[in-house]
């Protein structure tokens, strides 16, 4: 009997490119290393003051998110051919709730009107990220998991140090 295949192996198979949106940390940057290797293109969008610049090296496209632009960021994924996309990285998002800090990050029309009229209860991370989710797959774009391509990220079952419990 076969294994069903998982989100990633179909993306494998015809090499569709795969949607980035990088954050802090290294999580992005093993991800487009691992796309890399296994020869699937990464159109990257990298949140700027946050994303490392290496990855331009390591992505077939690159751009900076330089501002709370939810329409740049959907274009540039159709413009780039992506229909499944993936967020990795560290994002801070405490710079929302910064006084007058939406003045400067100039938020796009499409985030304002996300960020409005959303139901929510609250401002938690699941919250924000669901929204976010919803508005790409109005563009047909599927959020899928970064760690189907890289499951040697995940951590592994059992005694994680030399000493036991």
């Known amino acids: 009997m076969t294994e069903p295949l998982g989100e990633f192996e179909a993306v ?3 090499r569709t490119p795969v949607g980035l949106l990088a954050g802090a940390g290294q999580f992005p940057i ?19 003051d946050m994303a490392d610049p290496v990855l331009k090296s390591l992505c077939t496209e690159f751009h900076w998110l330089k501002r709370l632009s ?23 998002k405490k710079i929302l709730f910064r006084p007058w800090m939406w003045f400067r990050l100039l938020p796009d029309w499409r985030f304002t009107k996300t960020w409005m009229n959303r139901r929510r209860r609250d401002n938690r991370d699941d919250s924000l990220l669901l929204a976010l989710i919803a508005e790409f797959e109005k563009d047909g774009m599927t959020c899928v998991s970064a760690l189907d391509l890289c499951p040697e990220l995940l ?11």
Do not use: N, Q
């Open 12 to 14: 494998l198979r015809d």
């Open 30 to 48: 093993a991800f487009a290393e691992k796309a890399r290797s296994v020869g699937v293109p990464v159109v990257c969008v990298g949140v700027a």
């Open 70 to 92: 939810l329409g740049y960021l959907i274009r540039t994924f159709k413009r780039g051919g992506v229909t499944r996309w993936t967020m990795a990285g560290k994002y801070h």
């Open 155 to 165: 951590v592994t079952h059992g005694v994680l140090t030399k000493r036991k419990p």
